[in-house]
């Protein structure tokens, strides 16, 4: 049987409000999705700060988009992005998008693409609108995505981490909690972690790890089991 055929990726990015320095792990984690064929940065090249950006754009295979300011204080980079997304999406042959800035701005663009079931992955600061992480399939935050690609060994236990980890620890258990478990209490990880992830926008290389298998050996809250292959979990506090 032949195998199917990889899934097409658009990495769009506005340049303006995103580090050249996360591309390589940008890339590496939408390899998840499938193949990134359509690679555009967006921006006014004529800026002497983004030098950086212009430095890279053969090695990543970036197509760099100009984008002239001509009104000051206004952006033109975001409605470009918007309309060459759009463009894609009813072109019909990109089956998800990344999303490469931290800009609320691409909020009602990232809810209009998933309305359309297409995944859309969001890699900005940490400090991005709440509004534009929460309408991504995933947000995920490129400062910790660079560190965690650059670590060699698995995080930490999560205890005395901040509230907003300890709040990951509440909607895991949660989804836990509502997940098939066996006699003994155990679910299939995979199950829970969708679960989770219909319910919230997080990724796990947030917090440090680069699997959800990592974080849940890593935390005292669940215990972890593996049998036959499959990986099951289960909240033991």
Known sequence: MDEDPLKNIALLIDADNASPAGIDPVLTVLAELGQVNIRRAYANWAKPALSKWSEITHRFGLQPIQQFDLTKGKNATDMAMTIDAIDLL????????????SDSDFTPLVTRLRQDGLIVYGFGGEKAPRAFQTACTRYIDVDKLISTATE????????????GYQELIELL?????????????????????????????????????????????ADDHFRVETRDGRTYVKRVR
Request: no cysteine; aromatic share 12%.
């Open 152 to 163: 060699e060994e698995p995080a930490e236990s999560g205890d005395g981490q901040t509230a």
């Open 173 to 217: 258990g949660a989804a836990w909690k509502a997940a098939k478990r066996d006699e003994n209490g155990f679910a299939l990880l995979g199950e829970v972690g969708n679960l989770a992830g219909n319910r919230s926008s997080f990724d796990v290389r947030n917090y440090g790890f680069k699997r959800l298998s990592d974080l849940f050996r």
């Open 90 to 101: 009813y072109r019909g042959k990109v089956d998800g998008f990344g999303i490469m800035s």
